[in-house]
């Protein structure tokens, strides 16, 4: 190169020997130096990440977080990174076990399954084996499933994380009334326009109109979501502005009637408004009951699920079928739409089309979920009517808009679409009151159609990260329709039927089985933990019981099955101060707990004393037709239901405490 002017010539600098043994030089150069390139981490914290600047990955304080004396954070992995390192580490794992068994001698595979009996997972048979490192426990904030996970729950997993994710680990479950976190503030209404509410107009029950407003509040966020029986924008807007297109004086009272049973289980004042407006719904119902109309079907379904959650399972029994009926008779379910009804529903003004889809749909939600809770005959056809909330291309919609308050989320749009593929469900296997059997190909075909719900729920609606309560109940309600749709091949337990449509070779309802049912009870303990007394949804006791329900019957049996049923009792007996009926479900499962060993008659009776202490209010004995146990339901409906099974309890306790001796005491599981 030729000398430029002005410059020097620079010579190359001597390499050291430790430089040259640290920074070997890359093949193809000629440079006896290498700059030192800084070592490159795969994650980072969240300070450096806001930085922008390198983070060498140092846990559980990067030196650049060190140096500055910062907080440093490191973001939990990502469930599809985790999930790829957990294949991995089991792959390697089953490698290393495979290799230590084809290298052992003859007499030490006499051996091996003496040495592997202690061992109950497969870090633990490597350890005994001697092929690995002692086991060591993971850290708290990794998401890691047991080790012997089945296959195709790490397949569902990965294919449909959206209702299979990786649980994080839980705290014990156990909830303190005491330690539960304070409602929301009575001022903070749903809607501003709560705000101008004249009560006195709409009732003669003696309520402010700051009470009826707070409680409004309350069931419009809390159970209205996830079963919208109507309209609530333009409930609300008609409600303040005192007109009666979609409100009505019989259609308030049964509202305040469910609403104040809602505020009730935090304020034990609010339960003899309840009682009130109950009487007056009852009398304006009885006036009502002979004109057709929308309003009318909607009060008398919210009237007749307040009566159910106050016990009077009888009357809430008439009232829903009732509804139903006039429903059937506006032409708004159970009909087979052709273009001549289309035609004739879009000439409807577009505010009667909006409160009529909330009706219908609403109408058909409960109907399907009366035909799993109580196996009633499930609707025929879905409504003709548009979807609450869905908004599909202008160009390909004609319908009017029917846009869904915020506090409403998509949780009610996607409930509606949910109940669509429960109905065909519940009309195969609950078709004649009565669980009938269905072939494997059509179970598989069903939960393929739930999965691809699944895969197209919004944001809104998933239960990751802060979720909203109401989208947590419709994940429930969904792995409880898995568990019923798979329960028939669960009879005979060694008898594993494969599902062909999954990859997994384990792959049978056993096992999807087993994966709903863990999330299940992931969802219901995240629910009752995260969610104060007050926001705590009625909605949620039938998903809660049927999961305890499974735990008892399994086997083997769980070893959650005890701690997990005295979390989910501590969560009735908060709901119980304002919802009767769910004295009949704790004891009813109590029953099922005393049958199957796992607790004495003595215990029994004592939490059952201390349970029923928050409801001294509830002076009629409260009734239930729910169904409790759903495998004698095969055979016997009425005596699997709530009533028969808890008035069992006393029979069990008195046996359990005259049979029991200090010779098999201790022999009890």
């Known amino acids: 190169m030729p000398r430029r002017p002005g410059f020097r010539n620079l010579v190359a600098a001597q390499a050291q020997a430790d430089d040259a043994a640290r920074c070997p030089a890359r093949p193809g150069t000629s440079w006896s130096l290498v700059r030192r390139r800084r070592p490159i981490s795969k994650i980072a914290c969240d300070s450096c990440r806001a930085r922008k600047v390198a983070c060498d990955g140092t846990q559980p304080t990067c030196h650049q977080c060190r140096d500055r004396r910062l907080r440093c ?20 794992d089953f490698g290393a076990l495979l290799d230590r068994l084809c290298s052992l001698s003859n007499d030490e595979a006499v051996d091996v399954p003496r040495r592997l009996r202690p061992a109950s997972d497969l870090a633990t048979a490597l350890s005994c084996l001697g092929a690995g490192p002692d086991p060591r426990p993971p850290p708290a904030h990794v998401l890691e499933p047991p080790a012997l996970w089945p296959r195709v729950e790490l397949e569902l997993t990965a294919l449909h994380h959206a209702v299979y994710p990786l649980l994080a680990p839980l705290a014990a479950p156990a909830v303190d009334p005491a330690d539960s976190p304070p409602g929301p503030d009575a001022a903070a209404y749903c809607d501003p326009r709560l705000r101008a509410l004249d009560i006195a107009y709409w009732t003669a029950v003696p309520i402010s109109d700051a009470a009826a407003a707070a409680a409004l509040s309350l069931y419009l966020t809390r159970d209205h979501p996830a079963l919208p029986l109507f309209d609530a924008d333009l409930f609300l807007a008609d409600l303040v502005d005192r007109r009666s297109t979609c409100c009505s004086a019989l259609l308030v009272s049964s509202v305040l009637h469910l609403a104040c049973e809602a505020d009730s289980a935090s304020r034990p004042d609010a339960w003899p408004l309840a009682l009130s407006f109950f009487a007056e719904a009852e009398g304006l119902w009885r006036a009502e009951q002979a004109r057709d109309s929308l309003l009318n079907v909607a009060a008398a379904h919210c009237l007749a699920i307040g009566c159910i959650l106050a016990g009077r399972d009888a009357l809430g029994r008439d009232l829903m079928a009732a509804g139903r009926r006039m429903a059937q008779r506006l032409r708004l379910l159970d009909v087979c739409a052709d273009e001549a009804d289309v035609d004739t529903l879009l000439g409807k003004p577009p505010d009667w089309v909006r409160f009529a889809s909330h009706v219908a749909w609403g109408t058909y939600c409960l109907a399907t979920l009366a035909a799993f809770n109580y196996y009633d005959e499930p609707v025929a056809f879905p409504p003709a009517l548009p979807i609450p909330g869905d908004v599909g291309e202008p160009s390909a919609d004609p319908w009017p808009p029917r846009p869904l308050p915020a506090y409403m989320g998509r949780t009610a749009t996607e409930a509606c679409r949910f109940f669509v593929i429960c109905q065909e469900i519940a009309s195969v296997c609950l078709g004649h009151g009565a669980a009938a059997p269905a072939s494997l190909s059509f179970a598989e075909a069903k939960f393929r159609r739930l999965l691809a719900w699944a895969g197209g729920l919004p944001r809104e609606a998933l239960a990751g990260d802060r979720p909203q309560p109401h989208a947590i ?18 009879a005979d337990a060694g008898t594993r039927q494969p599902l062909r449509s999954f990859s997994s070779p384990d792959a049978c309802p056993q096992t999807v089985s087993a994966a709903s049912l863990r999330q299940l009870k992931h969802l219901t303990l995240i629910y009752c933990q995260a969610q104060p007394r007050s926001r705590r949804s009625p909605y949620a006791g039938p998903s809660l019981m049927q999961a305890m329900l499974c735990m008892l019957g399994g086997q083997p049996p769980d070893p959650d099955r005890r701690p997990y049923l005295l979390h989910v009792t501590r969560c009735w ?9 769910y004295g009949e479900i704790a004891q009813a499962t109590w029953a099922v707990a005393l049958r199957r060993g796992v607790v004495t008659g003595a215990e029994a009776r004592r939490r059952m004393d201390e349970f029923r202490r928050p409801g001294r209010q509830h002076a009629a004995a409260p009734t239930s037709s729910l169904v409790a146990d759903f495998d004698l339901a095969a055979h016997d409906v009425d005596a699997a239901r709530i009533a028969a099974v808890a008035n069992e309890f006393s029979d069990l306790v008195m046996f359990d405490e005259l049979t029991i001796n200090d010779d098999f005491k201790a022999q009890r599981p």
Do not use: I, N, S
Request: glycine share 2%; charged share 25%; aromatic share 12%.
């Open 573 to 581: 007996e908060e709901l119980y101060a304002g919802y009767p009926l």
């Open 73 to 92: 954070v490191y973001r939990a992995p990502d469930a599809k990174t985790v999930l790829q390192r957990l294949l991995a580490e089991r792959e390697r």
């Open 473 to 490: 109940l419709l994940h429930m309600w969904l792995h409880c329709v898995v568990l019923h749709l798979f329960r028939p091949f669960l």
